[in-house]
């Protein structure tokens, strides 16, 4: 009887065992790590080409976002890198040398999925192997209110940037939202909705040696439809910061 029990445990024991090791496989199977993009070119500055790999988990087969991204890289002489990137939608890399020391970098993006239409950024360096991340450009400080009359004012006071509107057009829409009175008051002080940047392109900056980037950010009045333009911004990157060549705005 005692032979038997002993027996009994150790069947329990291994049939646990293989439980777990089927469970595990089966997770790993269901990672749906996918392999998006492949690149080669040269990142490092050795004028030989790296291997770079754009991976990514996606949620699952019906949904196109991925809830991991990432970036393998190795090197002409093997040495290998991994770069994390924010998860998103259509993720892509694009190169150019945008700080400007003969090699290029690469700029990462990928879509956030929401109703703005923004995208994730990373910029990253990989001269002489070292893996270094670039700041994307600084946010300028816009600022957004409404005005009595139907108007709003748009300002960027680091730059001296003033933009006037006009918005009498809407106040049928802008009285039924409560916004202005119907002789033109503004009920109570109210900003612009004024979105971070949606995206940057890569440019060839004119004056300039070189690549950089175009900013644009959508402004609203009252809710993400009621658009009015877009701010559009040229930035170039020079002894170590980005440097803001030219804002101008773009009506919607």
Known sequence: MKKEYVLAVFAFFFMSLSTVAISYAGESANTNEKILQEYKIDVTGDRKPDKIILKGIQVDAS???MEKIWAEITSSNNKKFRIDYEPGYKPKI?????????VLDLLESSGTGGSGGLYNYRLTTLKDNKAIDIPMPPALNVQGHFEDQFKASLTIPEISFT???KLSNRKKDYIRLGLF?????LNEPTELMIDPVDVYRIIKVKGEKGFGLKS???VSGAYHADALGTLISVWYYENGKWNQIQTKWKDR
């Open 94 to 102: 694009e190169f150019a040398d945008l700080n400007h020391d003969n």
């Open 216 to 218: 644009y950010r959508r």
């Open 63 to 65: 949904s196109m976002y």
């Open 163 to 165: 933009k006037k509107f």
């Open 181 to 185: 009175q119907k002789n033109g008051t």
